[in-house]
């Protein structure tokens, strides 16, 4: 990705994050933007058993896909941007679970919710995976996120023409109760060694 595109991309970046209301977990050291809000959708069921429904309290999670690309700059490896991408993961969970042990209404919050056409190898993790309807918004997104990945992909415009039917829009998710146990204070936190 070449450096003015990089910085077209950060003015970009700080307009979405404005308009969206999202908060950084822990800026330059998190792949994960968050907001808070209330999830519409159909019924969700955590691989631990619990249930976010319409109207529940949740964060939305974001990856946060320009400090990702500032991350993959310079590399064309498409197996060393995907172990990136699940170390950074790794290393960003206690922190988004440090995050929403602090917050004054944690005992509202029902769990993490995100939407992603990158949901391969998450359920190991502790996320569970499903789909989503595709209406208007999701179109929208699918589109959006399409142009992300050819942006940092090394090989782009090929990957993201091949994904129209390997990797639809799923959202992945995960309760409360199941990102603190794995990755709350009290456990053991991942140092992203190996990944």
Same mark, same amino acid.
């Given at each position: ?56 309290? $949740?964060?939305?999670?974001? $990856? ?35 995050f ?22 998450v359920?190991? $993790?502790?996320?569970?995976v ?36 390997e ?29």
């Open positions: 990705m070449n450096a003015s595109l990089l910085t077209l991309w950060r003015y970009w970046d700080w307009l979405y994050q404005h308009c969206t209301r999202l908060q950084y977990v822990e800026k330059g050291n998190n792949i994960f933007r968050i907001v808070l809000l209330r999830y519409r959708g159909e019924t969700l069921v955590t691989t631990d058993q619990r249930t976010i429904q319409n109207g529940d309290l $949740i964060l939305k999670i974001h $990856i946060h896909n320009y400090y990702f690309a500032t991350l993959c700059k310079g590399i064309t490896n498409e197996l060393r941007i995907a172990l990136l991408l699940r170390r950074h993961i790794m290393l960003s969970l206690p922190k988004l679970a440090a929403l042990e602090k917050l004054e209404n944690k005992e509202h919050i029902k769990g993490i919710v995100g939407t992603t056409m990158l949901y391969k190898a359920e190991p $993790i502790g996320f569970t499903s789909d989503v309807p595709m209406n208007w918004f999701f179109r929208y997104k699918r589109w959006y996120l399409r142009l992300m990945l050819r942006i940092i992909h090394p090989d782009g415009k090929r990957k993201a023409r091949s994904m129209d039917l990797q639809p829009l799923k959202r992945v998710f995960m309760s409360k109760e199941a990102l603190l146990e794995r990755y709350g204070s009290k456990q053991y936190r991942p140092t992203g060694d190996g990944l």
